[in-house]
């Protein structure tokens, strides 16, 4: 096995591959919770769950990075969570598994761009959206 503590040049593309995969990873886990947000599904444990299962068991994210990184994105089994209807609610905690601090973020966002946008008129008809985001 390589040598990482002797060998910057292999530190530096572990990095570097740990930091592509995570953006990989978080764009996948973004297009995810968007589908929810969208239909304004409100941001569960049970969900959150979905999301993490979903976005791991991407097929294209498995075929772009070796094993060894893809078990660095998995949350340990000794950390568990509520699987409950109830609304995600972490705290103050920062300390999140990768795929949930992705979609929680995600929603925040969401929650914050409402927040900006002016109310619609009353009476107005719902905005209608294009498939292709037109």
């Known amino acids: 096995m390589n040598n990482l503590k002797a060998d910057p040049t292999n530190q530096a593309l572990a990095a570097l591959r740990y930091q592509t995969a995570a953006r990989d990873l978080e764009h996948i886990v973004r297009n995810i919770a968007a589908r929810y947000i969208v239909q304004q599904v409100p941001l569960t444990w049970r969900l959150l769950h979905a999301i993490e299962a979903e976005a791991l ?78």
Do not use: C, I
Not at 66 to 73: N, R, S, T, V, Y
Not at 84 to 105: C, K
């Open 57 to 134: 068991a991407d097929l294209g994210f498995a075929s772009r990075h070796d094993a060894l990184m893809l078990g660095l994105f998995q949350r340990p089994s000794d950390l568990p969570y509520p699987e409950t209807d109830e609304a995600v609610n972490f705290g103050t905690s920062t300390a999140l598994p990768a795929v949930f601090a992705f979609a929680v973020s995600a929603y925040e966002e969401a929650a914050a761009r409402r927040a900006t946008q002016p109310p619609a008129p009353e009476g107005a008809p719902p905005k209608r959206t294009r498939a292709w985001g037109g």
